[in-house]
């Protein structure tokens, strides 16, 4: 977790993202920082741009021009990835947000991590992974929208099958419908908890809950707890049988402890 004196450009492709996802996107951007540079790219005079045109005063953001010169061909990943070296060259900002599914931006996140900044991304579950794997931080478009039923699915641990929940007198539409889910529902791989923790430990019984937290991120920039059902990492390790989350207060708030049980 940064300070709020973190500047962060938000740059949005806004052929590849989700206009009613921005006040969330808003909301985990400033979890590491403070979106100074927000922008919008895409041919605004073409319909599918009209969902984000509520938005953009709401939010301050800047829409972008970008005409598609040729029919079929996306020009939003050119312009953006010209305005975001431009911003990098500038030194007026700490990081980068990049809020796209699309490879196309894998060579850009690298670039900018070249440079020693920041950079997250934000996009769907099918964002490639090469693109993932080139932030620092990647945040699933899924994990921001509301709490739904679908949210609420516990997950799926690689040893451990998830029990029938369905109450009796359900219809058979819903418990098909939660059969689907279940079997979209990501797997918790424990092994890379267990890594992290050992990364984290330097030989140290407890350790802070976001020291693993950083080192679970390290070893893959798409950990989020809320992928498996958990707002956050703390609850996650209270259902793991291996773990013991400790309660440590420090001038008024919580910094959890974790260690082996």
């Known amino acids: 977790m940064r300070d709020n004196k973190f500047n962060i450009a938000v740059l949005i492709d806004g052929d590849n993202a989700q206009a009613k996802l921005i006040k969330e996107i ?17 041919d605004w005079t073409t319909p599918q741009m009209n969902s984000w045109k509520e938005m953009i005063n709401l939010h301050s953001f800047n829409p972008i021009q970008k005409f598609s010169y040729t029919t079929g061909k996306n020009s939003t990943d050119s312009s953006l990835i010209i305005d975001a070296m431009d911003i990098l060259h500038s030194d007026s900002v700490d990081g980068f947000c990049i809020v796209s599914s699309d490879s196309d931006y894998t060579g850009l996140a690298k670039r900018i991590r070249e440079e020693g900044l920041f950079v997250m991304g934000i996009g769907r579950r099918i964002t490639p992974k090469a693109f993932v794997q080139s932030c620092e931080i990647f945040t699933f478009a899924e994990n921001l929208g509301p709490d739904t039923e679908e949210d ?84 996650l390790f209270r259902s793991l049988k291996k773990y013991q989350v400790m309660k440590n207060e420090v001038n008024g708030l919580n910094y959890p402890l974790v260690k082996l049980k």
């Open 152 to 235: 609420k699915t516990p997950f799926r641990k690689s040893d451990k099958t998830p029990s029938n929940t369905s109450k009796q007198g359900n219809t058979r539409s819903e418990d098909s419908k939660k059969e689907e889910i279940l079997k979209e529902a990501p797997t918790l791989d424990l092994n890379l908890i267990d890594k992290a923790f050992e990364i984290s430990s330097d030989e140290e019984e407890e350790i802070h809950i976001a020291k693993i937290g950083s080192s679970l991120r390290k070893i893959d920039p798409s950990f989020d707890p809320r992928s498996y059902g958990f707002r956050n990492l703390t609850e």
């Open 26 to 42: 808003l909301e985990e951007v400033s979890k590491y920082g403070k979106a100074t540079i927000r922008r919008i790219y895409g």
